[in-house]
């Protein structure tokens, strides 16, 4: 008999975050005003940018990909989490459950693979500024940005694909908010030595081949830095780097501490408390990290409020 015909589970039940009634309430209106913020943050970076001829640079156009991926990432997860912790039950039935497994991780996915083409750009403009213009046309940011979709997206369907292959027959409740791929396969009935190979390797791909660039390219970037004679210039792009950085760190620390340490038998509550950060906190701190001291964008919301008629109340 083939494993597909083992299972039996028809729907799983997500513990979540609490089950005590008053923390799920005041869950569920904090990170109701957290996603409601990020959407309008992220949603408003894109406007921004089609709006201000100025931004129509790489490093924006990739940028916009970034806040059209985090509206999307955290619509795969945060408005379940929000039903259930509104009605206080935690069921999800299987097929919801793959699907949202397998949206949730090609957004991550891809959300890593871009990150490190968004590091490369950085490096290109500030270490060989006069290529960059030809280096980065418009053809080269199209093939990076389809490529980081592309790969986050077909990595996954061999990652889900090779979980859905197990059998699901005993134990049906999920120690997590959201159908998350290394929890669910916890609860599978059947060895899952070659499945969790298959993920450590796509997430090798995924997570450490775009860390090493990121970290390769800030390098090079820090080194360019301290040989310019312009203080002003050092300030601006140390500023700028650290704001990429800090993503960095909480996304890539947080999500390799998720799919690359040895696992443990069954799930526990420190995987949904990481999970919280890169699905959460992240997706509501890049439209704020990459537009807080940057003097462009400023500029950008200054011209749109303009056209609202506000203009002289900015000008004191």
Not at 275 to 287: D, E, G, K, R, S
Request: proline residues 4%; hydrophobic residues 50%.
């Amino acid at each position: 008999m083939r494993a597909e015909n083992l299972t039996s589970v028809t729907e799983f039940i997500l513990v979540g975050l609490s089950n005590h009634r008053k923390t799920q309430i005041l869950l569920f209106m904090v990170i109701l005003l957290i996603y409601l913020l990020t959407v309008m943050g992220n949603l408003a970076v894109i406007v921004l940018i089609q709006v201000d001829s100025r931004l129509r640079t790489p490093m924006y156009y990739f940028l916009t990909h970034l806040s059209g991926l985090e509206i999307c990432y955290v619509t795969s997860t945060v408005p379940q989490m929000l039903a259930h912790l509104l009605s206080g039950n935690g069921a999800i039935p299987f097929a919801c459950c793959a699907a949202q497994m397998y949206i949730a991780l090609s957004l991550g996915s891809t959300e890593g693979l871009l990150l490190g083409v968004m590091a490369y750009d950085r490096y290109v403009a500030i270490c060989h500024p006069l290529l960059y213009v030809i280096a980065m046309g418009r053809g080269c940011q199209l093939q990076l940005a389809l490529a980081a979709w592309a790969g986050g997206f077909l990595l996954s369907v061999v990652n889900v694909g090779c979980a859905l292959r197990l059998p699901f027959c005993g134990p049906n409740h999920i120690n997590h908010f959201f159908c998350e791929l290394p929890v669910v396969l916890k609860l599978a009935c059947a060895d899952t030595q070659v499945t969790e190979a298959v993920i450590f390797g796509a997430a090798v791909l995924i997570l450490l081949v775009p860390l090493s660039v990121i970290l390769t390219s800030y390098g090079l970037i820090l080194s360019s830095v301290l040989q310019m004679r312009s203080a002003s210039g050092r300030r601006k792009t140390f500023s700028t780097c650290a704001s990429h950085l800090a993503v960095v760190a909480l996304f890539y620390g947080t999500v390799i501490s998720m799919y690359m340490r040895p696992r443990s038998g069954t799930a526990t509550d420190l995987d949904k408390r990481i999970a919280v950060f890169y699905i959460v906190v992240t997706p509501l701190l890049n439209p704020i990290i990459y537009t807080l001291r940057n003097k462009e964008v400023h500029g950008a919301v200054a011209k749109v409020v303009q056209r609202w008629g506000l203009g002289p109340e900015l000008k004191h």
